[in-house]
């Protein structure tokens, strides 16, 4: 790990500003309080199976490729962002693909990606910590909704992105206001989320070419776009500053290991939000074991073995990967039980707690720039 200062333009200017501003900076460019995480709050109503209104229920049917519900959701994403957090970027990666099951027919995948980032920033010069899940559903069984899999990450991003809003507005305008205008890994931090379209195979195994098309779509266009020259980053790909993909969250009892030895660092920061969650009592589930269970895994224990995700097209190409998915696998996985009803609420709620503070703590705290290890 690499220890970088802040810059010191932020000592002098305190005095400048108004005790009010002073509290906010203090929250803002700290660990997150103990207060604070006492305020990571979010509306049970939004993650109500039955509220149409909400996040989530609206994405709990189905949302085959090429189907009027992949429509449907896909509008209410884009009701959600334009509404709520209308200066955010929204864009789509468009692709056509043909499938095992469904003939010559071209099925159209379509990820969403939403961003924010510091408004000084030019193309090419912001890093984004990135946030991903899948919204697509699975072909068969015919009704399947895929609850876990995954529109309740799909919600829980949605969520994270409208409650850091407000936190990155403000210190954007403070930054601005004092006139720093970027230029260092720190300062030019945004956030993304990957809302990914064709993730299930369609046929009844999962092989290399039916499974992931939207990921492959977007990670192969991603390369070979160039930003700029003289750019702090020369692609997509590289202004990725971790890809943290979420997947078949919202069962009880989840055992999320770590992965990845180079990104064990960024799991152990989460393992410990998610502790220091649990010690101050904000938490719903009370479960002996943590979620993320493996904060204390050495070296030696990380193999190369992995679960087969979207993110393997950005892995391939060098972007490094958090991978938030239990190991077993839910009992509902890929089954008709994986629908609203058999979520577990407060385990659906203490994820979306975790995964919000973890964020927050990113977008805050870099003055720790991992340098990347060797596995
Ligand atoms: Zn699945």
Request: glycine share 6%; with cysteine.
């Amino acid at each position: 790990m690499m220890q970088q200062s802040r810059p010191s333009s932020r000592g002098h200017l305190l005095s400048l500003l108004a005790l009010q501003l002073l509290f906010a900076l203090t929250i803002a460019y700290q660990t997150l309080s103990d207060d604070f995480l006492r305020n990571l709050t979010l509306a049970e109503s939004d993650f109500d199976i039955h509220n149409q209104e909400g996040l989530l229920a609206p994405i709990l049917i189905p949302r085959v490729p090429g189907t009027p519900g992949q429509a449907k959701t896909q509008q209410h994403f884009v009701n959600f962002f334009r509404k709520e957090l209308p200066d955010w970027t929204l864009l789509w990666q468009n692709s056509t693909g043909t499938t095992p099951v469904t003939g010559s027919r071209q099925i159209p995948f379509s990820n969403l990606i939403v961003r924010k980032e510091p408004p000084w920033t030019k193309p090419g010069q912001a890093n984004y910590l990135t946030l991903v899940a899948h919204y697509d559903s699975k072909f068969k069984p015919d009704n399947f909704i895929g609850a876990i899999d995954s529109a309740v990450p799909c919600a829980i991003l949605m969520h994270i992105a409208r409650f850091v809003d407000k936190y990155m507005k403000q210190m954007h305008e403070e930054m601005v206001a004092l006139g720093e205008l970027g230029g260092t890994v720190p300062m030019d931090m945004g956030l993304q989320i990957l809302l990914l379209d064709g993730e299930e195979a369609f046929g009844s195994s999962w092989t290399s070419t039916d499974s992931l098309y939207g990921s492959r779509a977007l990670a192969e266009e991603w390369e070979h776009t160039m930003n700029p020259a003289l750019s702090s980053y020369r692609d997509p790909l590289s202004q990725i500053s971790l890809f943290v993909l979420l997947d078949l969250l919202g069962s009880a009892n989840p055992r999320i290991p770590s992965y990845f030895l180079p990104t064990h660092w960024a799991y152990k920061n989460m393992a410990s939000v998610e502790d220091r969650m649990r010690k101050l009592d904000l938490l719903e589930t009370k479960t002996k074991r943590p979620f993320l269970y493996e904060a204390g895994k050495v070296p030696d224990q990380f193999n190369p073995s992995f679960v087969g995700d979207d993110h393997e097209p950005f892995m391939k190409r060098g972007v490094p990967i958090l991978h938030l998915i239990p190991s077993s696998f839910p009992d509902v996985w890929h089954t008709l039980q994986d629908d609203g009803e058999h979520l577990d609420m407060p385990t659906v709620r203490d994820w979306c707690k975790i995964v919000t503070a973890f964020t927050l703590e990113w977008l805050d705290m870099m003055e720790i720039v991992p340098e990347p290890e060797q596995s």
